[in-house]
Nanobody, 122 residues
Framework: QVQLVESGGGFVQAGGSLRLSCTASGRTYDDSVMAWFRQTPRKERDFVAAIRWIGGRTSYDGSVKGRFTISRDNAKNTVWLEMSNLRPEDTAVYFC???????????????WGQGTQVTVSS
């Protein structure tokens, strides 16, 4: 089992920045990839970004590329999502997830955090 705990969500005006963090505990060696997804009411969870623990290869959804940065600290088992130039359409609950491969389908991830709300006002 892997436990994931997110923090850092909040309320921000359009154009502002937020940093989300996700700390993993438990059998963290089970999975090689950490990812961020986001979800709005009545929609599925959409892929945002992912990173490999080893090597640090990253992947981003096109809607956030150039505005969001995913990074990790292996020693702290922590992944961050730096979000800048935020837009109202970025408003969602953000979840971190762990899995074996970088995939954009939420079904391919094994463990999930509880989510953290990000609200961007216009």
């Amino acid at each position: 089992q892997v436990q994931l705990v997110e923090s850092g969500g909040g309320f921000v005006q359009a154009g502002g920045s937020l940093r989300l963090s996700c700390t993993a505990s438990g059998r963290t060696y089970d999975d090689s990839v950490m990812a961020w997804f986001r979800q709005t009411p009545r929609k599925e969870r959409d892929f945002v970004a992912a990173i490999r623990w080893i090597g640090g290869r990253t992947s981003y959804d096109g809607s956030v590329k150039g505005r969001f940065t995913i990074s990790r600290d292996n020693a702290k088992n922590t992944v961050w999502l730096e979000m800048s130039n935020l837009r109202p359409e970025d408003t969602a609950v953000y979840f971190c997830a762990s899995g074996s491969y970088i995939r954009t389908n939420s079904n391919d991830y094994n463990y999930w955090g509880q989510g953290t709300q990000v609200t961007v006002s216009s």
